[in-house]
């Protein structure tokens, strides 16, 4: 075989405590459209911003064409042969897309020609980039890319904003770089996309390469979910099993109703119900409207249209204080972002409490000191950091977050991927607590991005995608119909 | 998958604005002050029977000083930073000006003129470093800066006095009934300065590291460079304003307060002329015309016969709610 046009050896990167990337061989031949995978958190990004200079690697060299390089910058990446499309355009909105080009050094007109090439020259290069809608600027990002001729084009998640009218031009390109003898390294997390227009793929998991095969050989799709989830722990089903046996003989009544409820306005619309006593996760895979569906719920953001049902009665919350009012209270994935994180334990459990203790006057601080004392004691909080909230560790500040609710009282949960960047310990102790709170009456919805936990504390699983639910899925279902059916493909076998 | 025809969708390209529409999306708040100016010098010119040269050059040569403070902090602004020595700047310069050019020729004058330019220049370059080297927030630096160059300023002259060439006086902001050599400077200053700039790389890199750093730098842009350039500029435009103040004066006056004053008000003209105070977007022109506007609520008050003592309270519910107002027009904007 030729030389490859890139080889990375044994990269490796940490932030401070945190290991983003291991070792990772990854080698990519010329003419070869090449579709790097993983599920969340596998390493994917960080190794896209060592390959286009925007972070260094702390160990493992990076070779073009068989020439180690030390990549200084976006610039020198570029000039190098490497030219990225990022997942979030890297235009800048408040200048016009002229402008943009000339920051970069690039000739509109050779810009204007690439465009042309995909059918877009009706596209206006003096309308700024905060006017144009963001599908557009991935194409514009991409033609910018293009100008530059790299001998490996990186797409970070190009499609995953991108109708099927425009990733079918991306996938053009893709055809005409390999026409060239040029590379593509192509990431995205459509499986579809990947067996049809890809040569080879390298699927990461937990900072490693783990594999490398033809994605659209026979069975290819099973080998990347297996790939990308490891081995799954049989323990994990045997209690899911237990747990869908006795869920189906005591049927709660349902705490939380939704109905059509759309999360923006192009979308088909979501419909569940989650009923007292159960734990109902929710599989998706990034975007897929799972972040907004839960400040809908919530009471932060309006839906576009829909309905939602607490107890029967319809909820259409101004506020999330509308939506507390009615117990339906949300634990946030940014922790920070619902604790105070520079007041004290006692005062975070006890914020939402003031809503009920009184409205004026002094706070019944004996009453008060009682509950936070009993949350404290619920959740095995460590109180040795008291004095200020940020200074607890992710898993204690976590355990706090859930516990203000539980002080102040609430019927419905709703927790967004209570688990990310928790140690395995506490995540124990989390999915313990979640387990209690719905055996003792209340309705919990879960997101989460890691599907084990589906497994481990869930009683059904809804699955979204693309603003929709595509599968209603018993909580014995492996990993792999789960994420199958995330990428929003059939479920064989359940 | 594959068999599936995809041609019958077909997303459509964005409908392209006209020229007109993009005018006033980009340009319509400099419109909008630039109309509440012409009103509000019609209304002064109603109050006084015998509106002339005299009156015009008062107003410009009056304001010429808090324009070019305005015309510093813009370009702070606009690079995502904010700048509190300003004001400050501006009185070091008067005093250094006023102290070096007492009983001088006009020669020697117009060598210390550039030479104070060129230290401000410099001074105002050296906080830039300061902030993007230590990290330390822009206003917590400037702030402290601003202390620091107003004891300097003492230092230098130690109370009002000093003086200069009656002739580089005459130059700068023309005779009593001269508003012309004012006008100019200022639309010279604006041409030849910030016209070349905004349109260069460096000015383009200025907005656009005011508007989203990370982009900026993926962009290969040198992050830490366009945000100390754009101080520089700021100190230029300080400078100006130091050598105005001592050319309308005739003298050096290093009373801190003066920088106070002038800083905040140039913050406020940057707020009224429509440049976001997050960075990234705004003119140039929309703070010097809403210098301006600020600089005529004081005597409109008191050719109306009303303490002037309401005309700070005016001037504050005036920026209030003219960016209440333009908000509120800016809105389906931000809903699309």
């Known amino acids: 075989m030729s030389q490859p046009i890139l080889q990375t050896t044994a990269v490796a990167k940490a932030f401070g405590p945190v290991v983003a990337l291991r070792a990772v061989d990854l080698s990519v031949a010329p003419g070869e459209v090449h579709a790097l995978l993983g599920a969340n958190g596998a390493g994917k990004s960080t190794l896209v911003k060592i390959l286009t200079g925007v972070l260094r690697n702390d160990g493992g060299t990076v070779a073009v064409n068989g020439e180690p390089v030390a990549l200084r910058g976006p610039t020198d990446a570029r000039a190098k042969g490497l030219a990225p499309v990022y997942q979030d355009p890297a235009l800048i909105r408040d200048l016009t897309v002229t402008q943009n080009l000339r920051l970069t050094g690039v000739d509109p007109a050779a810009v204007r020609k690439e465009l042309a090439a995909m059918d877009l020259d009706g596209l206006d290069l003096d309308e700024q980039v905060r006017d144009l809608p963001l599908p557009f600027l991935r194409m514009l990002d991409l033609a910018r890319a293009l100008v530059f001729d790299p001998q490996l084009l990186v797409l970070d998640e190009i499609t995953a904003a991108l109708p099927p009218d425009l990733s079918d031009r991306v996938f053009a390109i893709m055809g005409r770089w390999k026409a060239r003898n040029r590379s593509v390294l192509f990431i995205s997390h459509r499986l579809a996309e990947v067996r049809e227009h890809c040569d080879m793929c390298t699927v990461l998991r937990d900072g490693r390469d783990v594999a490398s095969f033809h994605p659209g050989q026979e069975g290819g799709e099973a080998q990347i979910v297996a790939a990308m989830l490891g081995e799954a722990s049989a323990g994990v089903r045997d209690q899911a099993r237990e747990r869908a046996a006795a869920a189906s003989s005591e049927d709660g009544q349902a705490r939380l109703v939704v109905r059509d409820l759309l999360i923006d306005r192009q979308d088909a619309g979501v419909s569940f119900e989650v009923r007292a006593g159960e734990v109902l996760g929710m599989a998706a895979l990034e975007g897929q409207g799972q972040d907004r569906l839960f400040e809908i719920l919530s009471g932060n953001v309006h839906a576009a249209g829909g309905e939602i049902l607490v107890d029967g009665r319809p909820l259409r919350a101004r506020h999330p204080y509308d939506a507390i009012r009615r117990g339906v209270v949300l634990v946030p994935s940014n922790r920070l972002m619902a604790l105070l994180p520079q007041r004290p334990i006692r005062e975070n459990i006890a914020a939402p409490l003031f809503n009920r203790v009184r409205r004026w006057g002094p706070i019944n601080t004996g009453r008060e000191r009682r509950q936070v004392n009993e949350a404290v004691e619920r959740l095995s909080i460590d109180t040795r950091a008291a004095a200020q909230a940020r200074r607890l560790s992710g898993g204690n500040q976590q355990k706090l977050t859930i516990g203000r609710w539980l002080a102040a009282g609430f019927r419905t949960l709703l927790l967004f991927d209570p688990t990310r960047g928790i140690d395995v310990g506490t995540k124990h102790q989390i999915y313990d607590l979640v387990r209690e709170l719905a055996d003792g009456g209340a309705a919990v919805l879960l997101f989460t991005s890691e599907l084990r936990e589906i497994g481990l504390v869930c009683d059904r699983a809804a699955v979204l995608h693309n603003g929709a639910i595509v599968a209603e899925l018993p909580p014995t279902a492996s990993e792999s119909d789960l994420l199958t059916a995330a990428h929003g493909l059939e479920v064989t076998a359940v | ?336």
């Open chain 2, 1 to 336: 998958m594959t068999a599936t025809p995809q041609a019958e969708v077909h997303t459509p390209l964005p409908r392209p604005s006209s020229r007109l529409e993009r005018f006033a999306r980009r340009q319509g708040w400099v419109v909008g002050v630039a109309v509440l100016l012409a009103a509000l010098v019609g209304w002064r010119a109603s109050q006084i029977p015998a509106f002339g040269a005299f009156e015009l050059r008062g107003i410009i040569a009056g304001t010429m000083t808090l324009a070019l403070l305005a015309m510093a902090q813009t370009v702070i602004v606009v690079s995502g930073g904010i700048d509190l020595s300003v004001g400050a700047m501006m009185v070091l310069t008067n005093c250094i000006a006023a102290r070096l050019m007492l009983d001088r020729g006009l020669g020697t004058v117009a060598l210390v003129a550039v030479a104070v330019v060129v230290v401000a220049m410099v001074l105002s370059g050296l906080i830039g470093t300061v902030i993007v080297v230590s990290g330390v927030p822009d206003i917590v630096v400037t702030l402290a800066a601003s202390f620091t160059l107003a004891g300097l300023a003492l230092i230098v002259l130690d109370g009002p006095g000093g003086g200069t060439n009656l002739r580089f006086q005459e130059l700068l902001v023309g005779d009593f009934d001269q508003p012309l050599p004012a006008l100019a400077w200022l639309a010279g200053v604006f041409l030849a300065v910030w016209v070349p700039f905004k349109r260069s790389r460096l000015g383009i890199a200025t907005y656009a590291v005011g508007s989203d750093r990370a982009a900026a730098f993926l962009s290969g842009l040198n992050v830490a460079r366009s945000r100390v350039i754009a101080y520089v500029l700021g100190g230029f435009f300080s400078g100006m304003a130091g050598l105005v103040t001592t050319a309308f004066t005739g003298s050096g006056e290093p009373r801190a307060s003066i920088g106070a004053t002038a800083t905040l008000t140039s913050v406020a003209a940057v707020v009224l002329g429509g440049v976001s105070l997050l960075g990234g977007s705004g003119t140039l022109l929309g703070p010097v015309l809403a210098a301006f506007c600020l600089a005529l609520i004081a005597p409109l008050m008191l050719g109306l016969g009303w303490d002037p003592n309401y005309a700070e309270v005016a001037r504050g519910v005036i920026i209030i709610v003219v960016v209440m107002v333009g908000g509120l027009l800016q809105i389906p904007r931000r809903l699309r």
